[in-house]
């Protein structure tokens, strides 16, 4: 097990209660002392911190924005990274099975590890401590936060794009499906009849095929509008 004491210098917080951290860091596989309690309270409190910054700081931005906003600060990935600075993986607590599989690396457990973390914060030292922490862990990931219009899925821009023009909503259809159960592609195609424009895409789920598809239309619809324009 890695220092505790390089962490707790990382978060630049000294608990007082030193078995709220060891709980933040054990995951359910290593027993019933586990993070899930403090994951709920510090998913909580994290939106909220996030929530009023945005509200503060985005002032021109309506509750659509704002909400998408927060989503890309509050998302697996964004948490998983900020986990990752930290080194949070050579701290966690996992049972064997969760060990051998590469928990430790997990997205998605080093996400719920940066919240759990918080909450135990949280329950140490108050809510200004607390705050302060999910600024810190934050940095200028808030400050440089792109316009809340480019946070938006390629399938609701290309929509948000048509309806705009007065044209039909884009047509989506699985044409192939392949692989196992655990391993499955999907192949979508995005056409818009009315422009004669058809792209295809594949992807892991229908979901991200269709994204993937509407990205691509995206770039072609462009291109002929800008065509047209000129």
């Known amino acids: 097990m890695a220092d505790i004491g390089i962490l707790t210098k990382r978060l630049d917080h000294q608990f007082s209660d030193e078995g709220l951290l060891d709980e933040a860091l054990s995951h359910r596989s290593s027993g019933s002392h586990n ?8 998913d909580s409190f994290l939106n909220f911190v996030i929530a009023s910054e945005l509200y503060q700081r985005r002032t021109d ?3 659509g924005a704002l909400s998408r906003l927060r989503a890309s600060l509050v ?4 948490l998983a990274d900020i986990a990752r600075e930290l080194d949070l993986g050579e701290y966690l607590k996992l049972g064997v ?11 998605s457990i080093l996400s719920d590890v940066v919240e759990s973390i918080i909450g135990a914060v949280l329950l140490d030292a108050g809510h200004d401590t607390a705050r ?42 699985v044409i192939e499906a392949s692989g196992k159960s655990h391993d499955m592609r999907f192949t979508v195609a995005c ?40």
């Open 132 to 173: 302060a922490l999910v600024l810190r862990l934050y940095g200028d990931r808030i400050d440089t936060l792109p316009p809340s219009a480019e946070l938006k899925d390629p399938k609701t821009r290309l929509q948000e794009l048509l309806q705009g023009r007065s044209y039909a909503r884009p047509e989506y259809e």
């Open 75 to 78: 998302r697996e990935s964004t």
């Open 191 to 230: 056409t818009l009849p009315e422009l004669s424009l058809k792209v295809r895409a594949t992807a892991t789920s229908r979901r991200k095929a269709e994204q993937a598809a509407a990205a691509l239309m995206l770039e072609d619809l462009h291109q002929q509008l800008s065509a047209q324009s000129g």
């Open 61 to 63: 931005e309506d509750e």
């Open 97 to 107: 099975g969760e060990l051998r599989s590469g928990g430790f690396r997990r997205d």
């Open 35 to 42: 993070y899930e309690r403090l994951e709920f309270l510090g």
